[in-house]
Nanobody
Framework: QLQASGGGLVQAGGSLRLSCAAS????????MGWFRQAPGKEREFVAG????????YYADSVRGRFTISRDNAKNTVHLQMNSLKPEDTAVYYC???????????????????WGKGTLVTVSS
């Protein structure tokens, strides 16, 4: 089970930190990803992190502004979002992919567990 939290309302240029807590699994066996879905748009990939945390990958739209990290001892993955823009407004979801190699996800392919989302609203 995955549970995302940390969303809220923030002004453009501000920051938020999202967290995703995992339970009922060996967290370090899973690559993790963050995704988002804006109103009227399809879900899109935001960031991915390998099972060890040693590799990360970002969508072009967030690279340099967002940072994904994980704490395997606490079964959590985070998304630090800086320099937020109104176009970052969306419901953000975390997802997990059971993997056997240490690679960072670059899409939703293989994601087999999804958490409920958390809403991020960035005002202009």
């Amino acid at each position: 089970q995955l549970q995302a939290s940390g969303g809220g309302l923030v002004q453009a240029g501000g920051s938020l930190r999202l967290s995703c807590a995992a339970s009922g699994r060996t967290f370090s066996n899973y690559a993790m990803g963050w995704f988002r879905q804006a109103p009227g748009k399809e879900r899109e990939f935001v960031a991915g992190i390998s099972r060890s945390g040693g590799s990360t990958y970002y969508a072009d739209s967030v690279r340099g502004r967002f940072t994904i990290s994980r704490d395997n001892a606490k079964n959590t993955v985070h998304l630090q979002m800086n320099s937020l823009k109104p176009e970052d407004t969306a419901v953000y979801y975390c997802a997990a992919n059971r993997v056997y190699t240490d690679y960072a996800p670059t899409s939703a392919y293989g994601m087999d567990s999804w958490g409920k989302g958390t809403l991020v609203t960035v005002s202009s």
